[in-house]
């Protein structure tokens, strides 16, 4: 059975940083890309990051560029997503999710997705 799980988030201050990991089962990190969303309350879930099982190029939405850092080990099957810099525009729930190996070169949209995790909550206090 094909799984995300995302761990990781908490509450923080304003510039503080936190780690988000989305550990993978049933599948290898060869056969699916991962993407990191975020949905804040009454906000639309939009793309935040992603890694392409592919050729591990990374992408960014233009707001994180700079502050979040994603990565994998593929020894442990998981993903990261450093985060830097948090500012309480950052607060929202973030959910990992796979996409298809064919895709390449950008993120996927929404619906591109296959596999959801359960998401984890992020906090940036000011």
């Known amino acids: 059975e094909v799984q995300v799980v995302e761990s990781g988030g908490g509450l923080v201050q304003a510039g503080g940083s936190l780690r988000l990991s989305c550990a993978a089962s049933?599948?290898?990190?060869?056969?699916?890309?991962i993407g990191w969303f975020r949905q804040a309350p009454g906000k639309e879930r939009e793309g935040v990051s992603c890694?392409?099982?592919?050729?591990?190029?990374?992408y960014y939405v233009d707001s994180v560029k700079g502050r979040f850092t994603i990565s994998s080990d593929k020894a442990k099957n998981t993903v990261y997503l450093q985060m830097n810099s948090l500012k309480p525009e950052d607060t929202a729930v973030y959910y990992c999710?796979?996409?298809?190996?064919?895709?390449?070169?950008?993120?996927?949209?929404?619906?591109?997705?296959?596999?959801w995790g359960q998401g984890t909550q992020v906090t940036v206090s000011s």
């Open positions: 890694i392409s099982s592919s050729d591990g190029n990374t």
């Open positions: 999710a796979t996409y298809s190996a064919r895709l390449r070169y950008r993120c996927p949209r929404l619906y591109e997705n296959l596999y």
């Open positions: 049933g599948f290898t990190l060869a056969e699916y890309g």
